[in-house]
């Protein structure tokens, strides 16, 4: 398997922080690597090779056979990971790896794109460089900053966009009455309807927006709580069509079976509403649209 692959190799973060984690303050062979992992040989050497283009890893070939250790930047990775700071492993991530490094910066410069436009836009960015880009890499690399926060994928369309932490603005409210109109008139004019599902609104402001769905979810519990008469949430049945998406909500969270670091990675397809004094809600109203937003103190 060549060290100078062009694209990104289709390998998870659990398993980076597996190998990284497995090299740390010990020298391994990849055959120890492949007992340590419980993994084929071949799926040993991409991840290796994977963790050594992003410094991760280093490797020493005064022996019979290649051993490999944990690098300064693999321990800052280890650390980020114990510590659940995602945007710092994100951070490393962009810095260390050519392949992310670009997709970060390309998708900056888009605001949001799909899977085909973000791709031809890498291609030209990597034109003369020895890297490239393939459908599944971007995937690769769309599943790593998903999962890191990094970037969100609009559940109902599949675009892709940067995710900003101070990404809800003081006309918050404005904004999303311009969401609720333009789903509203999407509905069709014999189809208007008073109830808009939460996750659909929650997906499209996002993505105008930027911001995290968790900072929707609780501008969105401040506005109501702000305009109680004005904004109503309501809940909705099990079989709801609120909470189908085509595609699902990518999580991750620090898992240590058996001593070892690694994170539990996990693929939500069900959209969740807004939860509010252990109720959960998935529609919206609006009653009036005279409403006011005050940022909450954070």
């Known amino acids: 398997m060549s060290d ?6 289709p390998v998870t973060l659990s398993r980076m922080a597996e190998l990284t984690h497995a090299c740390e303050g010990v020298s391994r062979s990849t055959e120890d690597l492949e007992d340590e992992l419980d993994v084929s040989h071949r799926r040993a050497r991409e991840t290796i090779l994977e963790a050594k283009r992003i410094s991760l890893l280093e490797e020493d070939n005064s022996g019979e056979e290649p051993v490999y250790t944990t690098t300064d930047v693999g321990l800052s990775f280890l650390s980020a990971i114990r510590d659940e700071d995602w945007h710092q492993v994100s951070t490393i991530l962009e810095t260390r790896s050519p392949h992310y490094g670009t997709f970060i910066e390309v998708l900056g410069d888009l605001e949001n794109a799909g899977l085909d436009t973000l791709l031809a836009q890498l291609e030209e960015a990597r034109e003369f460089s020895p890297y490239s880009y393939n459908q599944t890499s971007v995937e690769v690399l769309g599943d790593w900053a998903e999962r890191l926060v990094r970037v969100q994928r609009n559940a ?6 940067l995710t900003d932490q101070a990404a809800i603005p003081t006309n918050f409210h404005y904004l999303l009455l311009g969401v609720y109109d333009d789903l509203e008139e999407r509905a069709g004019v014999d189809l208007r309807q008073r109830y808009l599902s939460i ?33 109503e949430l309501s809940g909705a049945p099990m079989d709801t069509a609120a909470k189908d998406a085509a595609l699902g909500i ?3 969270a620090l898992s240590e079976e058996d001593g070892l670091v690694s994170t539990s990675q996990s693929t939500q397809q069900v959209m969740a509403g807004v939860e509010q004094y252990g109720k959960k809600y998935y529609y919206l109203a609006v009653h009036d649209r005279d409403i006011e937003y005050t940022q909450e103190a954070t």
């Open 250 to 252: 990518k999580r991750i």
């Open 156 to 161: 109902f369309t599949g675009n892709y966009y």
């Open 4 to 9: 100078e692959r062009p694209t990104v190799r």
């Open 199 to 231: 996750p659909r609104l929650r997906e499209e402001t996002c993505e105008r927006l930027g911001c995290t769905r968790d900072d929707f979810n609780q501008a969105l519990l401040d506005l109501c709580q702000q305009n109680v008469g004005k904004l």
